[in-house]
């Protein structure tokens, strides 16, 4: 079993930036990849970036060029660098681990709205 917890979410103006953290543990050595999703009201569910264990990236389209996920494994987190925030960023965030057999782990979310 894999334990993600995140932080940092808020309220931030547009343009404004914000850095979220997800503490993972348990048996992290089974993970294969990492990331972010998103979730608005009314809207589906979204990948905002991911990141394999063997450094790979994935950056939505939406985000890329303002968003950076990074994963530090001495502290065993995973971060979300969201600069340039717009409010269509504005949504539930997830972090999400998928381990090598295909089990797919979230945390609870953390909300983060962005005012025009």
């Known amino acids: 079993q894999v334990q993600l917890r995140e932080s940092g979410g808020g309220l931030v103006q547009a343009g404004e930036s914000l850095r979220l953290s997800c503490a993972t543990s348990g048996s992290i050595f089974i993970i294969k990849v990492v990331g972010w999703y998103r979730q608005a009201p009314g809207k589906q569910r979204e990948l905002v970036a991911s990141l394999t264990s063997d450094g790979s990236t994935n950056t939505a389209d939406s985000v890329k060029g303002r968003f950076t996920i990074s994963r530090d494994n001495d502290r065993n987190t995973v971060s979300l660098q969201m600069n340039s925030l717009k409010p269509e960023d504005t949504a539930v965030y997830y972090c999400?681990?998928?381990?090598?057999?295909?089990?797919?782990?979230w945390g609870q979310g953390t909300q983060v709205t962005v005012s025009s």
């Open positions: 999400h681990a998928m381990s090598r057999a295909g089990y797919n782990f």
